[in-house]
């Protein structure tokens, strides 16, 4: 069935490194891919998608490209903060018959220190 | 303000004794979904609603009921809860099935003893 693998955590970064957290995916067909984000005590909240093979999705300087070669939609983020501490979760939306619900991976922790 | 509500936030019970998480959303969107999150297995969708009377089965339904009689409002209820069932849970809402962005709710932390 269809699935997505994400990197374990937890990650532990200091301000201003680079970030990359990997996420490959597993469906049939052109599923559309997400990350969102979860801070300490809320929700999750949507943090990019994308659409298509090749579509890059951007939002808060953090990046993702849909990859249909190697089914991933790796997330990226040039220089951290201490307010991007949160979890991350990568999930795909399947193209059919997938009456609207995400495929979550497990979700990765950050942690950034100052 | 746009939201999805869920509550209670907090929930400590008892095995077999009957609960109600109340979902509420003041968006008009038409599609809603419960789900739980249990560490080191990310988010699994429980129940969905496309509408109105309209509602199916998730990937982890056994246990959980839902009715959907009022566009705004989709409330989880466990009619006989056991501990396993002690978790985190969110509902979520979108415009539509085929909307991209699902709205999440704060989340409601139950544990089951």
Redesign the interface.
Known sequence: GDSVTQMEGPVTLSEEAFLTINCTYTATGYPSLFWYVQYPGEGLQLLLKATKADDKGSNKGFEATYRKETTSFHLEKGSVQVSDSAVYFCALRREWGSQGNLIFGKGTKLSVKP | EAQ?TQNPRYLITVTGKKLTVTCSQNMNHE?M?WYRQDP??????IY?S?NVEAT?K??VPEGYKVSRKEKRNFPLILESPSPNQTSLY?C?S?P???????Y????TRLTVT
Request: hydrophobic share 30%.
């Open positions: 999805v599609y979904s080191g297995l990310g988010l699994r969708q969905y496309m199916d998730g990937d969110f979520a979108n539509t099935v085929s909307s991209y962005e699902q999440f709710g704060p989340g």
